[in-house]
Structures are given as structure tokens and as C-alpha cells.
């Protein structure tokens, strides 16, 4: 758990960067700071690790003062990830992954043992890619190399700024979601700085949105997006909030509320979706085929019914208003 207690950053300029911010980030959640360039999120982050010092207020680490924690103790509680991945180009990579774990004394056996459970986890071999240097991977398999070198000495926190923010689109959301996995088994209470909108959605069990180093909001996704505290909060996430927050919400959700559709069997070209994608994904389909619905089935393939525009749209205005974060993460 990490506590924000009026916390504070005002640099030697004079620039205030983070002014009197509260919140709890919970064991086992992950946080998004948001915000436009220069909100603060970097400078927040880094004084969790005490990068930065902190000019006024405090931040607490599982009930202890962060400034009363030494180096040691630091480094075996928070892992830290960034855009430029920071592995060094002259260590191999398992050299690199293992850096912590060698200051902190472990065995060889030991550290091996946990090289070759850290890279199953990312979906590389251990064995061949140990030897590597870093320049030899591409940019994806750097930034998971990043990524399980942070996990390598088990921290119970993790810090990460825009770890994926580098990389092209479609590596980008494997690695979202690849993360996502590994946090269901690992749990860590994560901080995870981004600017984009879709990925704080995607990846937040909580999101702050900052602006000029104040907290706007802090709240789930969906509230957020349906509830947005002010007006910048409203125009930040724009005119089609409602339209993103059908992304937490999956077919079943609305199954359970109103009801599917009855499925027009005389309609013999209409396409097929998996009762557990999400609202947003269904809406897409039904706004590019023909048909007014699309089928929806279960994992054995099974019909349950249909989904329609008219579904969606009563989803959202009656449910999502309602009740919104029905959808679990990852
Ligand atoms: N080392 C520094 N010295 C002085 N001002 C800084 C320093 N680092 C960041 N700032 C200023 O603090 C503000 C917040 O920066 P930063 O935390 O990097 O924002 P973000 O990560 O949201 O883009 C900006 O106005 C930035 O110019
Ligand atoms: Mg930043």
C-alpha cells in the first residue's frame, strides 16, 4: 500500500510540479497517474523511489515514511520501469535482469532458478537469450526484459513511466495485456504513469488524473468516464466517454441486465461474437456489417441470442449510468 499525504514537490526553480496530493494506492491495484505533459506524473513517481526528494507532506510505504527507508530497503520493495527501458548495453541480459538480485547477495542457483521463471513468464527462453546483449532483441523483447527486471527480486511495489510508451501500437497492446496476466499472478501494488487515454482504461484499476500537480480525480474507470468530477475531467476524456467506457463492460454484463436479442435465423450472413468480449468490440462489428445484429455464442459455440445497435444504446444510457465497473480486469 502507498499513501500520499499532502505530498508536494515544488523543484529548485521555484516550479511547483505536484502540489498537496492525496491518495492510497491499495496492495495488489494497479494506479494510473494521467495527465497532459508536465501534470506532474514523473515527478510524483520518482519521489515514491526518492529520486526526487519531497518538499512538503509525505509518502508512506506499507505504514513506513519513504524517507526513512534506506537504498537496500528500497530496492527490495519497489521495482522500477521505464520508457527507455534503461538496460545497460554492455551487460547480457541476464546479467541485466539479475542486477538486483546479485546486490542483494542471492545464489547463482538461486538467481538462475529465477531468470528462467522470469523469462517462461515473458515467453522467451531463458537459455537462449541469457548470452544476448540487449541491442540484439527487439524493441518489445527489451521493454519485457525491462519489465521482469523490475519483477526480478519479487518488490511488492512497481513503478512504471509510460514502460510501453515507446513502442508501435500493436506491440503496445500485447505487452498491455501480456502485463495484465502477469499481474494476476504477481499482484504487486503498482504505479503506472501514462497520457493515453485508452491505455489508463485498459490497464487501471484506479486512475489519478492530474493537471498542473493537483489530483482532478481519483476514481475507477468508469466513474470516471461517467461521472467526471469537473469540467476538465469531462473535456479530457472528451465527447466520446461514453462510447470508452463500453470497453468495461462485456456481452454477458448486458446479457444479465436486459436481455439478448432474439436472432433472426432468416438472416444467414450475420457474424458471430463470443458472449465474454467486451461492449465496445461488439459495437464496432454491428457499425461495420450489414446486418442489424450479430450472434452472440458461448465458449462451446452454442447461440444465445443476438446483439443489436438498439441493445448497446440501452446498455448504456439505463446500466452504465447505474452500475458502472461490472467488468474485472485483465
Ligand atoms: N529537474 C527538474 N527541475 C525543474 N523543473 C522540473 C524538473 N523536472 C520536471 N520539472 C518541471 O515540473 C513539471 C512536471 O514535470 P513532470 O513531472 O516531468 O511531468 P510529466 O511527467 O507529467 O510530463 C514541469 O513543469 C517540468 O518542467
Ligand atoms: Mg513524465
Known amino acids: 500500500m502507498i499513501t500520499f499525504d499532502q505530498t508536494t514537490k515544488t523543484y529548485a526553480g521555484g516550479v511547483t510540479a505536484v502540489k498537496g496530493v492525496d491518495f492510497t ?5 494497479i494506479v494510473v497517474l494521467l495527465g497532459p505533459s508536465g501534470c506532474g506524473k514523473t515527478t510524483l513517481l520518482r519521489m515514491v523511489n526518492r529520486l526526487e526528494t519531497i518538499s512538503d507532506g509525505k509518502i508512506m510505504i506499507d505504514g513506513e515514511d519513504s524517507m526513512a527507508l534506506d537504498q537496500i530497503a528500497l530496492r527490495r520493495k519497489i ?7 534503461g538496460l545497460f548495453p554492455n551487460m547480457t ?30 515467453g522467451l527462453s531463458g537459455d537462449k537469450f541469457g548470452k544476448r546483449y540487449p541491442h540484439e532483441l527487439s524493441g518489445g523483447q527489451q521493454q519485457r526484459i525491462g519489465v521482469i527486471r523490475a519483477l526480478a527480486a519479487d518488490p511488492p511495489v512497481m513503478l512504471m513511466d509510460e514502460p510501453f510508451g515507446a513502442l508501435d ?11 495484465l496476466q502477469i499481474q494476476k499472478e504477481v499482484k504487486k501494488t503498482i504505479l503506472f504513469v501514462s497520457h493515453d487515454i485508452d491505455e489508463a482504461i485498459k490497464m487501471a484499476d ?14 475507477t474507470p468508469s466513474e470516471m468516464l461517467v461521472r467526471p468530477k469537473n469540467e476538465f475531467v469531462r473535456e479530457f476524456f472528451g465527447k466520446d466517454r ?15 441486465i436486459i436481455g439478448l436479442a432474439e436472432f433472426d435465423e432468416a438472416i444467414t450472413d450475420t457474424k458471430t461474437i463470443n458472449v465474454h468480449h467486451d461492449l465496445r468490440n461488439s459495437l464496432s462489428m454491428l457499425l461495420n456489417q450489414e446486418a442489424e445484429q450479430v450472434i452472440v455464442s ?28 461490472l467488468v474485472q480486469k485483465g
Open 206 to 219: 484506479k486512475i489519478v488524473l492530474l493537471r498542473g500537480g493537483e489530483l482532478m480525480q481519483y476514481d
Open 298 to 325: 458461448d465458449d462451446n459455440g452454442n447461440k444465445l441470442g443476438a446483439i443489436t445497435i438498439d441493445l448497446v444504446q440501452k446498455y448504456l444510457h439505463f446500466e452504465i449510468k447505474a452500475k458502472p465497473a
Open 79 to 85: 521495482g522500477y520501469v521505464i520508457q527507455s527501458n
Open 93 to 122: 541480459i541476464e546479467e541485466n535482469v539479475m542486477i538486483v538480485p546479485d546486490l542483494l547477495g542471492w545464489s547463482k542457483k538461486e538467481k538462475k532458478a529465477r531468470f528462467n521463471k522470469l523469462m517462461e513468464m515473458i
Open 25 to 29: 494506492v491499495e496492495q495488489g491495484e
Open 169 to 179: 501500437p500493436i506491440i503496445r497492446e500485447k505487452i498491455q495485456g501480456e502485463f
Open 242 to 256: 461514453a462510447i470508452k467506457s463500453l470497453s468495461l463492460h462485456t456481452i454477458q454484463n448486458l446479457r444479465e
